[in-house]
Nanobody, 123 residues
Framework: QGQLVESGGGLVEAGESLRLSCAASGRTLSYYAVGWFRQTPGKERSLIAAISRPGRGVYYVQDVKGRFTVSRDNTQNIAYLQMNSLTPEDTALYYC????????????????WGQGTQVTVSF
Protein backbone atom coordinates (compact mmCIF):
# COMPACT_ATOMS: atom_id res chain seq x y z
CA GLN A 1 0.00 0.00 0.00
CA GLY A 2 1.31 3.43 -0.87
CA GLN A 3 2.31 6.05 1.62
CA LEU A 4 3.62 9.56 1.96
CA VAL A 5 6.72 10.26 4.00
CA GLU A 6 7.69 13.74 5.14
CA SER A 7 11.22 14.75 6.04
CA GLY A 8 13.24 17.89 6.61
CA GLY A 9 11.77 19.10 9.87
CA GLY A 10 13.92 20.21 12.76
CA LEU A 11 14.87 22.97 15.17
CA VAL A 12 15.88 26.33 13.75
CA GLU A 13 16.14 29.90 14.96
CA ALA A 14 13.76 32.65 13.96
CA GLY A 15 14.59 34.03 10.52
CA GLU A 16 16.11 30.81 9.25
CA SER A 17 14.80 28.45 6.58
CA LEU A 18 13.82 24.82 6.20
CA ARG A 19 12.74 22.72 3.26
CA LEU A 20 10.29 19.92 3.88
CA SER A 21 10.00 17.00 1.49
CA CYS A 22 7.06 14.71 0.85
CA ALA A 23 8.05 11.50 -0.88
CA ALA A 24 5.53 9.02 -2.22
CA SER A 25 6.17 5.31 -2.26
CA GLY A 26 3.90 2.77 -3.85
CA ARG A 27 1.91 5.59 -5.39
CA THR A 28 2.41 7.89 -8.34
CA LEU A 29 2.34 11.35 -6.80
CA SER A 30 1.68 13.02 -10.15
CA TYR A 31 -1.86 11.59 -10.03
CA TYR A 32 -2.62 13.82 -7.03
CA ALA A 33 -2.59 17.39 -5.92
CA VAL A 34 -0.48 17.81 -2.79
CA GLY A 35 -1.30 19.86 0.26
CA TRP A 36 0.75 20.89 3.26
CA PHE A 37 -1.00 21.13 6.62
CA ARG A 38 0.23 21.99 10.08
CA GLN A 39 -1.06 21.35 13.56
CA THR A 40 -0.19 22.66 17.01
CA PRO A 41 -1.33 21.09 20.30
CA GLY A 42 -4.98 21.72 21.03
CA LYS A 43 -5.72 23.03 17.55
CA GLU A 44 -7.09 21.47 14.42
CA ARG A 45 -4.88 20.55 11.50
CA SER A 46 -5.02 23.39 8.98
CA LEU A 47 -4.04 23.73 5.35
CA ILE A 48 -1.28 26.20 4.58
CA ALA A 49 -0.31 25.47 0.96
CA ALA A 50 -1.22 23.25 -1.94
CA ILE A 51 -0.06 22.51 -5.47
CA SER A 52 -1.93 21.06 -8.41
CA ARG A 53 -1.05 17.80 -10.11
CA PRO A 54 1.06 19.30 -12.92
CA GLY A 55 2.35 21.98 -10.56
CA ARG A 56 1.02 25.02 -12.38
CA GLY A 57 -1.59 25.89 -9.77
CA VAL A 58 -0.68 26.82 -6.20
CA TYR A 59 -2.57 27.97 -3.11
CA TYR A 60 -1.31 29.63 0.07
CA VAL A 61 -2.99 30.91 3.18
CA GLN A 62 -2.22 34.52 4.04
CA ASP A 63 0.00 33.63 7.01
CA VAL A 64 2.61 31.98 4.80
CA LYS A 65 2.19 33.83 1.52
CA GLY A 66 5.50 35.36 0.44
CA ARG A 67 7.51 33.23 2.88
CA PHE A 68 6.66 29.65 1.90
CA THR A 69 6.89 28.09 -1.56
CA VAL A 70 5.33 24.80 -2.55
CA SER A 71 6.78 22.86 -5.48
CA ARG A 72 6.97 19.37 -6.85
CA ASP A 73 9.09 17.12 -9.05
CA ASN A 74 6.83 14.52 -10.59
CA THR A 75 9.77 12.74 -12.17
CA GLN A 76 11.07 12.03 -8.65
CA ASN A 77 7.64 11.43 -7.09
CA ILE A 78 8.25 14.14 -4.50
CA ALA A 79 6.86 17.47 -3.35
CA TYR A 80 8.51 20.23 -1.34
CA LEU A 81 7.65 23.06 1.00
CA GLN A 82 10.36 25.70 1.18
CA MET A 83 9.90 27.77 4.34
CA ASN A 84 11.79 31.04 4.70
CA SER A 85 11.81 33.75 7.38
CA LEU A 86 10.49 31.30 9.94
CA THR A 87 8.99 32.64 13.15
CA PRO A 88 8.15 30.89 16.43
CA GLU A 89 4.50 31.00 15.32
CA ASP A 90 5.42 28.52 12.57
CA THR A 91 6.27 25.88 15.17
CA ALA A 92 4.01 22.90 14.46
CA LEU A 93 3.77 19.35 13.23
CA TYR A 94 3.70 19.54 9.44
CA TYR A 95 1.88 17.01 7.28
CA CYS A 96 1.70 16.47 3.55
CA UNK A 97 -1.43 15.05 1.99
CA UNK A 98 -2.57 13.88 -1.44
CA UNK A 99 -5.95 14.67 -2.90
CA UNK A 100 -7.77 14.83 -6.19
CA UNK A 101 -7.20 18.55 -6.74
CA UNK A 102 -6.54 21.75 -4.78
CA UNK A 103 -10.23 22.33 -4.18
CA UNK A 104 -10.63 18.86 -2.68
CA UNK A 105 -7.62 19.46 -0.43
CA UNK A 106 -9.07 22.80 0.70
CA UNK A 107 -12.20 20.86 1.71
CA UNK A 108 -10.00 18.35 3.55
CA UNK A 109 -11.04 15.57 1.19
CA UNK A 110 -7.77 13.68 1.43
CA UNK A 111 -6.76 10.38 -0.10
CA UNK A 112 -3.46 9.92 1.72
CA TRP A 113 -1.72 11.53 4.69
CA GLY A 114 1.89 11.48 5.71
CA GLN A 115 2.95 10.81 9.28
CA GLY A 116 4.13 14.36 9.97
CA THR A 117 7.45 16.06 10.65
CA GLN A 118 8.07 18.46 13.53
CA VAL A 119 9.24 22.01 12.89
CA THR A 120 10.34 24.03 15.91
CA VAL A 121 11.41 27.66 15.60
CA SER A 122 13.13 29.24 18.58
CA PHE A 123 13.36 32.93 19.40
Amino acid sequence: QGQLVESGGGLVEAGESLRLSCAASGRTLSYYAVGWFRQTPGKERSLIAAISRPGRGVYYVQDVKGRFTVSRDNTQNIAYLQMNSLTPEDTALYYCAAGRDIESIRKATIDYWGQGTQVTVSF
